[in-house]
């Protein structure tokens, strides 16, 4: 069954420092999304994005953050300066239908970012 | 700012049992889904009501829409130890946006 992959699996940094989060999505999905989960607390969304451009972002979603589709399959999620408040898992997503209503968002077993 | 509050936070319950999951907001939504996640894995989707008032099984899983779209149950009949496992609503705010709000979540434990 395809299946969102997230790589790496857990990643510690020191505060400050940049951090890039990696996704492959599943291969004819066109949806792309980035969520996290700080521990304890609800998943939030963070940033879609589709035809090679960000549709939708959170205000969580600062200038710290970007997105990027690098080539045909993979979809990453940077973190310029990493602050403590950082920390959390990091669900990639994606999606074969605009419409969250009737499509299926299919998520990533998550990055667990921490830093220090 | 929209919120989906879940209810209850916590349940343990043993093998057999029924159980109700409730999810509710102040908001209308155009759908809700649910989902489950299991330690260490990312949300899977069990099912989406559109409709207000749609019931949907999904085998011992029974989902319902309330007839204003602002809350939503999830029923389990006969628990299994393999239900076990962190529930999630989530729902869109509108038809135009793919941004997904979450449930607070009910973390669910079943005891053989």
């Known amino acids: 069954e395809p299946e969102v992959t997230q790589t790496p699996s857990h990643q510690v940094t020191q505060m400050g420092q940049e951090v890039i989060l990696r996704c492959v999505p599943i291969s004819n999905h066109l949806y792309f999304y980035w969520y996290r989960q700080i521990l304890g607390q609800k998943v939030e969304f963070l940033v879609s994005f589709y035809n090679n451009e960000i549709s939708e972002k959170s205000e969580i979603f600062d200038d710290q953050f970007s997105v990027e589709r690098p080539d045909g399959s993979n979809f990453t999620l940077k973190i310029r300066s990493t602050k403590l408040e950082d920390s959390a898992m990091y669900f990639c997503?994606?999606?074969?239908?605009?419409?969250?209503?009737?499509?299926?968002?299919?998520f990533g077993e998550g990055s667990r970012l921490t830093v220090l | 700012t929209q919120l989906l509050e879940q209810s209850p936070q916590f349940l343990s319950i043993q093998e057999g049992e029924n159980l109700t999951v409730y999810c509710n907001s102040s908001s209308v939504f155009s759908s809700l889904q649910w989902y489950r996640q299991e330690p260490g894995e990312g949300p899977v989707l069990l099912v989406t009501?559109?409709?207000?008032?749609e019931v949907k099984k999904l085998k011992r899983l029974t989902f319902q829409f309330g007839d204003a779209r602002k809350d939503s149950s999830l029923h389990i009949t006969a628990a299994q130890p393999g239900d076990t496992g962190l529930y999630l609503c989530a729902g869109p705010r509108s038809y135009n946006t793919d941004k997904l709000i979450f449930g607070t979540g009910t973390r669910l434990q079943v005891f053989p």
């Open positions: 009501v559109v409709t207000g008032g």
């Open positions: 997503a994606s999606s074969g239908a605009a419409d969250p209503n009737t499509g299926e968002l299919f």
